[in-house]
């Protein structure tokens, strides 16, 4: 649990290959990723939010606004051979 995304991108670039979310959550923004004017790459990655995980309710997360990836429309992302679920927003 933290205040606000795990990881937050302005004028940036990533690249996300091979990785594990497991039970990210929020207060704030988004459960994972925050991208302004950023551009990402998430291949062979699992993302699984299963808030049964920490017990969190959505009550927790009322200011949260996406689900993993919270991002402006001058923000690009690619996401290939991943698995996501279990997404609250």
Do not use: H
Request: with cysteine; charged share 15%; aromatic share 8%.
């Amino acid at each position: 649990m933290s205040k606000s995304s795990l990881i937050s991108l302005t004028f940036a670039q990533v690249e996300l290959r091979g990785t594990r979310f497991l039970g990210n959550y929020a207060e704030l923004s988004s459960n994972g990723i925050s991208m302004i004017y950023s551009k990402g790459i998430i291949s062979d990655c699992v993302i699984d939010n299963g808030r049964n995980n920490l017990n969190i309710t959505k009550s927790i997360m009322t200011n949260v606004e996406a689900g993993f990836i919270n991002m402006n429309y001058q923000s690009e992302v690619r996401v290939s051979d991943s698995t996501i679920k279990g997404f609250v927003a």
